[in-house]
C-alpha cells in the first residue's frame, strides 16, 4: 500500500515538472496592423508568429538575438500579410528592389526564383517592389514564379528611402550582424556567388 502511494506521488511530481516545463519559451509579439511600412519594428520582438500573422521568412536562429537598426522595419507583403523584418536578425539577408516594368529586373527574376527556396533558411531573399501598380506587381511575381520568394508591396516607397535605393535593380545585402556589404547591381553568376558565401 505504502508502495503504491510513493509511486503515485512520483508520477504526480513528474507529471506536474513537465507541464511546468510545456509552457517556457519566448513568444514574439507581432506588430500591429495599423503600424506604417518603413517603422520601427518592436525590439523585443526577434522572431515573427506566423499565428498572429506575420510572415516570418525561414527558420530563426534560436536564442536571443538582438535586432539590428537595419532591420527594424516593417511592412506588407503584396498579398497584404504583415511583415516584420525582425523576424530576419541573426542571419544574413538579401533584399531585391524591383519594379514590374524594369527589364532588368525581369532577367534577375529567374535566377532569384531559382535559388532563394534554397537557401530560405540560411540567406533569406526579400524582394520589395515599387514603382508600379500593384496588379503589376502581382502579374509580375506570377509571370517569373516568385510566389515561394517574400514580396513586400512597397508602393509607397518607405522601404526604399530606409535604404537611400534611388533605381532598380538593386541587391541591398545585409550581413549577420546587421551591417549592409553590398548595395548595387548584381548579376545572376554574382548574386549566386554572394548568397552561396554568405551561407557558408
Not at 154 to 177: K, L, M, P, Y
Request: aromatic share 8%; with cysteine; proline share 6%.
Amino acid at each position: 500500500m505504502g508502495t503504491a502511494r510513493t509511486t503515485g506521488r512520483l508520477a504526480a511530481a513528474l507529471l506536474a515538472v513537465v507541464l511546468t516545463g510545456a509552457g517556457c519559451g519566448t513568444e514574439a509579439v507581432a506588430p500591429s496592423a495599423s503600424t506604417p511600412a518603413g517603422s520601427a519594428a518592436t525590439p523585443a520582438s526577434s522572431e515573427a508568429t506566423p499565428a498572429g500573422g506575420v510572415v516570418s521568412p525561414g527558420v530563426a536562429p534560436t536564442g536571443p538575438v538582438t535586432v539590428p537598426d537595419t532591420l527594424r522595419f516593417t511592412g506588407k507583403t503584396l498579398d497584404g500579410t504583415a511583415f516584420d523584418a525582425a523576424a530576419l536578425a541573426g542571419r544574413p539577408v538579401v533584399l531585391w528592389f524591383w519594379a514590374p516594368w524594369c527589364a532588368a529586373c525581369a532577367s534577375q527574376a529567374w535566377t532569384v526564383a531559382e535559388i532563394a527556396p534554397g537557401f530560405r533558411d540560411t540567406v533569406p531573399i526579400i524582394g520589395v517592389a515599387g514603382l508600379g501598380e500593384h496588379q503589376a506587381m502581382a502579374d509580375f511575381v506570377t509571370e517569373f514564379e516568385l510566389a515561394p520568394v517574400t514580396q513586400l508591396d512597397d508602393r509607397a516607397g518607405a522601404i526604399w528611402r530606409r535604404f537611400e535605393v534611388t533605381e532598380q535593380s538593386t541587391f541591398v545585402i545585409i550581413d549577420r550582424d546587421g551591417r549592409v556589404v553590398h548595395q548595387g547591381w548584381l548579376d545572376g553568376e554574382d548574386l549566386t556567388r554572394r548568397v552561396t558565401a554568405l551561407a557558408a
